[in-house]
């Protein structure tokens, strides 16, 4: 198979342990799959072939000698352009850190992927400082969505979703402090989840950005690859006081075993304020009745906010992305800066 779409990241790592295929093999299959569809979909704006199988070589020569090389053996892994993978340029999608050095090390999310075995491919596309819900900026071409290059692959983790549902790679990085994981998920058919904060950690001094709202976590078509990779990276880390432990040292993916409907669920269509596309109403009406057909409760509740409650988590969260690029007021640097983030950070 040229792609990833059809396997799960837990079926590759199990062929990689036992010796039906190698490390090597799927960084292969990754990196052809990069090739053959990233100037469609501009998923990825760095890869390094030469590093990753350079990596997945490793990784075999461990499994050859009898290790353990943990979960994820051999897995092909994107990591999101604002956070460091050793070796590559930590751009944030913007031109104010095109140039600067490779990272030297790893953050805390891809250290612990790696540890399980995974092999980093490339960075994938993101906006600005992660500013919005659509992958683009001033540096790399826009993300494209892989149903339809039409269309958003949405954000702020838009390269890492629409590199997964292209079939590049089975696994990726991605950060969610807004539905910078949940939006590029809905937009490209994957099962997204925000881990709460605090479960998997960030590194100072990119420990505390977007005033805490923020935080990392992986990201698959499956929820039961979501699962197993955050058994892998959960836990706490010295540098990130918010940092928590595995809850009261349960699995993610032991928790998807043998799960039943819940009694009840809210649903709410609106929230109380919003509209909805009449395709899209339509389609929640019909999940709904199949959970209720399931034998679950559905309580409705219209109303949730009595407006949209989006400007009060953007005053806070333009704040810290006003912080960051104020420096840069006045300078040649400001223009080379995108638009919308300086028209934002100026509301606030």
Not at 255 to 267: D, F, I, N, Q, R
Not at 281 to 293: K, M
Request: charged share 20%; net charge negative.
């Amino acid at each position: 198979m040229a792609d990833f779409r059809g396997v799960t990241a837990a079926e590759v790592a199990a062929l990689v342990r036992s010796g039906a295929t190698s490390a090597r093999e799927q960084t292969e299959r990754a990196l052809a799959a990069i090739e053959a569809t990233n100037h469609v979909v501009h998923a990825f704006v760095a890869v390094d072939p030469e590093r990753a199988l350079a990596e997945a070589d490793a990784v075999d020569r461990r499994i050859a000698a009898g290790d353990d090389v943990g979960p994820l053996a051999g897995v092909p892994i994107g990591v999101k352009d604002l956070e460091d993978a050793a070796g590559y340029v930590t751009t944030r999608g913007s031109a104010l850190h095109r140039h600067d050095p490779p990272a030297t090390g790893d953050s805390v999310l891809v250290e612990r992927l790696r540890a399980a075995g995974c092999v980093v491919v490339g960075k994938t596309n993101t906006p600005e400082f992660g500013w919005q819900a659509d992958t683009s900026n001033m540096i790399f071409p826009a993300t494209c969505n892989p149903w339809n290059p039409a269309r958003s692959a949405g954000g702020s983790s838009g390269g890492s979703g629409a590199a997964i549902a292209a079939g590049m790679v089975p696994l990726c990085t991605g950060s969610d402090g807004g539905g910078s994981i949940r939006i590029p998920s809905s937009a490209n058919g994957l099962s997204g989840l925000k881990p709460s904060r605090g479960r998997v950690p960030t590194r100072a001094p990119e420990a505390s950005t977007w005033l805490h709202y923020s935080g990392p976590g992986p990201m698959a078509r499956r929820i039961s690859d979501v699962a197993l990779a955050l058994d892998c990276t959960v836990g706490p880390d010295p540098t990130d006081l918010n940092s928590l432990p595995m809850p009261r040292g349960e699995s993610w993916a032991a928790a998807l075993e043998g799960v039943t409907p819940p009694k009840s669920v809210l649903w709410s269509p609106t929230m109380g304020y919003g509209r909805n596309d009449a395709e899209v109403a339509a389609i929640l009406a019909a999940a709904v009745e199949r959970i209720a057909a399931a034998g679950v409760e559905v309580i409705e509740v219209p109303t949730v906010w009595d407006h949209d409650p989006v400007l009060h988590w953007a005053a806070l969260a333009y704040v810290a992305l006003r912080h960051r690029i104020k420096p840069y007021r006045g300078t040649p640097a400001w223009d080379t800066i995108t638009p919308g983030l300086r028209t934002v950070t100026d509301l606030v």
